[in-house]
């Protein structure tokens, strides 16, 4: 495997980048690995790696580089505390457009590597960026061919650009993995989501006794069964899409 991590330009700065595929074989079909509210830590670069072994060419940017921010360390528990207030402040400094002008960053970099083959792309975004993960297979119709949401946020808003009303404007595969027990995303906002895909190329599935954050391994709500399932998910996802 190779492992950088550079800095790409992009129209508002520089967003760091941790790209990871394979030494052979390639070019490989590109992944835009969208991080979650705690931001870039060893536990998604091992996640990305996880991607890359399957044989694509994995980019895990920094979407907090606007505030000069990337890594924000152990995180308390108390809801209260400093460092979550910091977090959700830096969450919210972000949003749809920000992300997708990235997101254009990261491909315009892409296309100029070797490895990379930008013609196929996948998309996956866990807890604050699954609308970034979907909102790419809008904006980028001609290049994201799976989408996939992993415990999102914000699925279903009055916006013109929620998630929810993505599969009319995309032909790519969307995928949602939702935790039963989720405060960020309750069971009447995923009804939403899954009246808005029948019929549709999509599927909208919930993980049973789960909770918001199951597939991290560091997280103390990790599931091993369900975070092996929605690998499984993904793999198969990418698999069908980005041959």
Request: charged share 25%.
């Amino acid at each position: 495997m190779i492992d950088q991590q550079i800095d790409i330009p992009t129209k508002d700065g520089a967003t760091t980048t941790f790209i990871t595929h394979p030494e052979r074989g390639g070019p490989f079909p590109v992944i835009l690995f969208y991080m979650d509210a705690p931001a870039i830590r060893e536990e998604l670069r091992d996640m990305a790696r996880r991607l890359a072994t399957s044989g694509y060419y994995v980019m895990l940017p920094n979407l907090y580089y606007r505030s000069g921010v990337m890594e924000l360390g152990p995180l308390p528990a108390d809801p209260e505390s400093p460092e979550r207030k910091r977090m959700f402040e830096l969450m919210a400094s972000i949003n749809i457009p920000m992300v997708m002008e990235d997101t254009k960053a990261l491909l315009a970099y892409a296309e100029g590597q070797p490895a990379a083959n930008t013609r196929l792309v996948g998309t996956v975004g866990y807890c604050m960026s699954g609308r970034y993960a979907i909102n790419a297979a809008t904006h980028f119709p001609d290049q994201v061919k799976a989408a996939a949401s992993i415990y999102g946020t914000h699925l279903a808003t009055d916006q013109p650009d929620s998630p929810h009303l993505a599969a009319s404007k995309t032909k790519a595969e969307l995928y949602f993995a939702c935790a039963e027990t989720d405060i960020y995303a309750p069971q009447e906002v995923i009804d939403k989501v899954a009246q808005a895909m029948r019929g549709a190329n999509a599927e909208v599935e919930i993980y049973p006794r789960t909770h918001h954050g199951f597939a991290f391994p560091k997280r103390p709500v990790y599931d091993r069964d369900a975070a092996e399932r929605h690998w499984e998910r993904l793999l198969a996802l990418y698999r069908r899409n980005l041959a």
